[in-house]
């Protein structure tokens, strides 16, 4: 596209599908789409085959969305490519036993993209593919658990007869032993306690 096109439309059009091509690498993506298609061949009576054409998006190195497609034939022979991908996509059934196709979207994948060229045109297919775990910022956060730390408990007795000598006159104190017995400057032990045992990770 070059400037003098766009400004002689005077528009801002979208393009109505993605991009088709990226280059040569590994990208994680997941799968958009899954559904049979008849495609043209000449190893057949009739010249068709059906595939399983499964839709991938990834992101190129610009952030825009590209869309890479793999097309296994529909067979389930053990040799076939149909059954080793539902393998990887961690989606093939067990024998006599079925699945929807819109359990093969969703799919956290990782592709390996191969370009052909053929007739002039760049072709990004798809050469392997393997589900992934999600992403680490899409995980749940796990809870630490909390070490809850015991309460240091002080002797009653002590203190009990220590305040009544000083209330009922048993024992002389002076003003310094009242302020050891009431010191204003002491921090509350709890406190530290309950901070420990609800803390910020």
């Known amino acids: 596209m070059k400037l003098e096109d766009l400004q002689h439309a005077n528009v801002l059009a979208r393009p109505a599908n993605n991009k088709r091509s990226i280059t040569d690498g590994a990208y994680n993506g997941e799968t958009a789409h899954a559904e049979f298609v008849e495609r043209d061949s000449q190893y057949t009576d009739d010249g068709k085959r059906v595939v399983l054409n499964i839709k991938v998006e990834v992101e190129d190195d610009?952030?825009?969305?590209?869309?890479?497609?793999?097309?296994?034939?529909?067979?389930?022979?053990?040799?076939?490519?149909?059954?080793?991908?539902?393998?990887?996509?961690?989606?093939?059934?067990?024998?006599?036993?079925?699945?929807?196709?819109?359990?093969?979207?969703?799919?956290?994948?990782?592709?390996?993209?191969?370009?052909?060229?053929?007739?002039?045109?760049?072709y990004s297919n798809i050469v392997s593919i393997k589900r992934i775990k999600t992403a680490p910022s899409q995980r749940p956060i796990q809870n630490k658990s909390i070490k809850k730390k015991p309460i240091a408990k002080k002797p009653l007795v002590s203190e009990r007869s220590a305040m009544e000598e000083a209330l009922f006159g048993k024992k002389s104190n002076s003003n310094d032993e009242a302020d050891d017995l009431f010191p204003e400057d002491e921090s509350i032990e709890v406190d530290d306690d309950f901070d420990e045992l609800f803390g910020e990770d």
Do not use: C
């Not at 590209?66 to 097309?71: G, S, T």
């Not at 059934?93 to 929807?100: K, L, T």
């Open 62 to 122: 610009e952030g825009e969305v590209v869309d890479l497609y793999i097309a296994p034939n529909y067979t389930w022979s053990k040799r076939g490519s149909m059954m080793k991908i539902l393998e990887k996509l961690g989606a093939l059934p067990a024998p006599g036993e079925s699945i929807d196709l819109d359990e093969l979207v969703g799919i956290p994948v990782q592709v390996i993209v191969e370009n052909v060229e053929k007739d002039g045109e760049t």
